[in-house]
């Protein structure tokens, strides 16, 4: 008998048992055509109070069966089917959790500009035997914000009659969305999408002199602070209309703040019925 299948010294149960960072590159054939992906997956499996140790080879193995197949059409479909694939080979299994981390680009147009960005992205499905399906889709993308307030403060002390001319601090900020949902998993480039519209204004990876200076010039007429960015960010979310009301939401943004040393951080945390309940005041 092997030495995993012998009975714990002290039986408890274990959540979860894998390998982090299994790096794996695969190609999706996504309706809109092929796509490489770089993957560090985390792949694990819960292991019952009866036995010591997990068969871990056989992560590998489902990850290996998954990936050489090369039939996923979606990254949604790719990790359902590697997780299908672990409880296969863990009979004694009742749940598989996989994770994977990558890159996405997503078209994006703003303040006339059009690009092709790139976002980070990490997307769990965590599989039970008996059929239950959660999903956590987590984006993260680069933006930046003008401030309102100094803009204020300087449009009143220098006499600007457009607070929009006046000069203000600008910085990068970086926005993080995450969407818990069962069964349905939230599309990466609407998260991305919602992410990438709630600050002053995005970053694109080119400008050629006229767009800097269309952004730049967009971006001073719609000045936000952190907590402005994370409120619109959350209010797009929620209006992906294909989003289950009781799925939760959260955002979190981190300001590389340009007149400090330091950051400036907000973050919230929400269900999506909650956020849709709100009336907008109109602006
Ligand atoms: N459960 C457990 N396995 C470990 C640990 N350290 C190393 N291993 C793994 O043990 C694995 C080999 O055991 P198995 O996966 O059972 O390999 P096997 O018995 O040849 O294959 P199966 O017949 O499918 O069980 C290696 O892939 C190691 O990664 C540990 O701390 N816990
Ligand atoms: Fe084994």
Redesign the pocket.
């Known amino acids: 008998m092997?030495?995993?299948d012998l009975k714990p010294p002290k039986p408890l149960y274990l959540e979860r048992?894998g390998?982090r960072g299994v790096r794996r590159r695969t190609l999706l054939e996504t309706p809109e055509g092929p796509i490489t992906l770089d993957l560090e997956l985390d792949v694990y499996v819960d292991?019952d109070r009866s036995k010591?140790?997990?068969?871990?080879?056989?992560?590998?193995?489902a990850v290996e069966a998954v990936v050489s197949e090369r039939r996923a059409r979606s990254i949604e479909g790719l990790l359902r089917a590697i997780a299908k694939e672990l409880l296969s080979?863990h009979g004694y299994a009742e749940k598989a959790t996989v994770r994977a981390r990558t890159r996405y680009y997503i078209d994006l147009e703003a303040a006339g500009i059009k690009g092709r960005e790139p976002v980070g992205v990490a997307v769990t499905v965590s599989l039970t035997r008996s059929g239950v399906e959660r999903w956590r889709v987590a984006v993260s993308v680069r933006g930046m914000t003008v401030c309102p307030s100094a803009q204020t403060t300087i449009a009143e002390e220098e006499g600007i009659r457009d607070p929009s001319k006046a000069p203000s601090h600008s910085q990068k900020v970086l926005l993080k969305g995450t969407v818990d949902t069962e069964k349905v998993m939230v599309r990466i480039e609407d998260l991305a999408r919602a992410l990438l519209l709630s600050f002053s204004a995005p970053t694109f990876t080119l400008l050629k002199k006229p767009q800097e200076a269309r952004l730049i010039l967009e971006a001073f007429t719609r000045p936000m602070f952190v907590e402005d960015v994370v409120r619109e960010a959350a209010w797009r979310i929620a209006a992906i209309p294909y989003i289950p009301g009781d799925a939760l939401l959260q955002v979190e943004a981190v300001s590389l703040e340009s007149i400090h040393p330091h950051d400036l951080v907000a973050m919230l945390r929400s269900r999506v019925s909650e956020v849709r309940s709100l009336e907008p005041e109109r602006s």
């Open positions: 092997d030495v995993q048992v390998f292991l010591r140790g997990v068969h871990l080879s056989r992560n590998i193995e080979r």
